[in-house]
Structure formats: structure tokens, C-alpha cells
């Protein structure tokens, strides 16, 4: 999949090495193919219809709105959480990052942790060329406003970027949790011998990301979205593992 997506992508990348600044490019060859790069996890999971990387992005989006809303200082009395107040946040930057922080995709590709331990290795090469062709393409200083909002994403150093990192897991069990409530059979009517999302749960997301979110606000939700989850699957007849549940890292963080 990963292969064929990059082939497809190879005249356009030549398309866009010709010039500088070139604005219908960056809208319509790298912007508008996020609207088409449909995500690698939905994808091998048989989902009907997968979202796309824009979709995802968007969402992100609404989701980084939410920290501009009143809060509950009691959630941020614990030390570990006092570093996390909204009020540290520089909420404009955390909305320019949360709507570009996968715009690398849309020449890098989707790669996930199932691509293969090549791609993987390469990954982070891949991308940060991806980021500065596409600065190239747009020129500065938006060009270098998106690198440096990609680089300090994946560097995971400052709250905005915390945060995001955050978003960007907890949408991605929100669109599992919404998968599985759309397309997962009740266990009986199941075919065990699949893997696909009408027979089985996607377990993988939420395993994955028991223990990843560290901002109160969305350790919150997340807590939530894995509640209503477990009664979705009970009524299917599916149970919920002990690692899908909310780790204990994050309760006990919850909780202090």
C-alpha cells in the first residue's frame, strides 16, 4: 500500500521541484492529497470508507479548540499536572500545529508501526524531507513556520507539543471507538477466523494508547470514550482486556 501511494506521488514531487513559492501547488498537489491518503491503520484493519489524513486533521483541530475553554483547576492540583494548566498554552500555535502536524504525509505517506522495520527506520528521514520540499514549495516564512511546527512536534519538548500528541491519540481511539460501533458484528455472528473490523475488536488502538495521553483534559475523555466503549463491546458480547483499558500511569495521575 505504503509502495504504491509513494509511486503514484512521484510526478507530482517532480512537479513541484520546479518551482519555488508555488501557492496552487502547496493547496491543491500537497494540501488536497491529504484529503485523499486514506489512514495505513483503517486501511489493514478492512474498514469500509477509511478516513482520510485531512479528516483526522480536522478533528484534531476541534479537539485543540477545547483547550480554550474554562476549566476545572482542581484536574491540575497534582504536581505532575500543574505543568500541563491550559493557561501555559499558546493556543494559536497549538492550532497551526494540530491542522499540519501530518501535512508531512501527503509526500512521506502514512507509516505506521505494521509498515516493515525499514520503512519505520527511514521514517523520521522521510518525513523531515518531505517538510523541507514542502517549504521549498510554499516558500518562506509560512514554509518555515510549518518545518519548525513539524519539528517540534516530533521533538516533544513544549506543552503545545505535548498536547498535540495527545490530540492526535485520542482521535485516533475516538475514530476506532466509532468503527467499531458502526461495523463490529455481536461476538456471536463473528467469524474468528478474521482479523477485519466487522469481526473483531480493534484492540490495537486502544492498547497502544492506555498509557500515551498525559494532559489531564484529554486523559479525561480519553477515561470517558474507553467507558462508553467497554458497554458498546459488553452489548456485542465482546469483553474489553485488561490492557485496552485506561493505564494505570494515568489513573493514578487522575486521581492524586
Not at 23 to 39: D, M, P
Not at 54 to 75: E, I
Not at 218 to 238: N, Q, V
Amino acid at each position: 500500500y505504503f509502495m504504491k501511494h509513494i509511486t503514484h506521488l512521484i510526478p507530482f514531487i517532480a512537479l513541484l521541484t520546479m518551482s519555488s513559492s508555488d501557492y496552487v501547488s502547496f493547496i491543491s498537489t500537497i494540501c488536497g492529497k491529504l484529503k485523499t491518503i486514506k489512514r495505513t491503520g483503517w486501511v489493514r484493519s478492512g474498514v469500509p470508507l477509511p478516513e482520510s489524513d485531512a479528516d483526522h486533521m480536522h478533528r484534531c483541530c476541534m479537539c485543540a479548540m477545547l483547550a480554550f475553554q474554562d476549566v476545572d483547576d482542581t484536574d491540575y492540583d497534582a504536581e505532575s499536572s500543574k505543568k500541563y494548566h491550559p493557561s501555559k498554552l499558546d493556543k494559536n500555535k497549538l492550532l497551526r500545529m494540530t491542522v499540519s502536524h501530518d501535512l508531512c504525509e501527503s509526500l512521506a505517506g502514512d507509516i505506521t508501526p505494521h509498515c516493515g522495520s525499514a520503512l519505520l527506520d527511514a521514517k523520521e528521514a522521510k518525513e523531515q524531507a518531505a517538510m523541507e520540499e514542502i517549504r521549498k514549495v510554499v516558500g518562506d516564512p509560512l514554509g518555515k513556520d510549518l518545518f519548525d511546527l513539524w519539528r517540534e512536534y516530533e521533538d516533544q519538548e513544549t506543552i503545545e507539543a505535548i498536547y498535540c500528541k495527545d490530540i492526535d491519540k485520542f482521535e485516533m481511539v475516538v475514530q476506532a471507538f466509532e468503527y467499531e460501533s458502526a461495523h463490529l458484528l455481536h461476538k456471536e455472528k463473528a467469524d474468528g477466523s478474521k482479523s477485519d473490523v466487522f469481526n473483531q475488536p480493534l484492540r490495537g488502538f486502544f492498547s497502544s494508547t492506555s498509557s500515551a495521553i498525559k494532559t489531564p483534559l484529554f486523559m479525561k475523555m480519553d477515561h470517558e470514550l474507553r467507558d462508553r466503549r467497554e458497554a458498546m463491546l459488553t452489548e456485542k458480547g465482546w469483553d474489553v482486556t485488561a490492557e485496552e483499558k485506561q493505564g494505570v500511569a494515568n489513573k493514578k495521575a487522575k486521581t492524586s
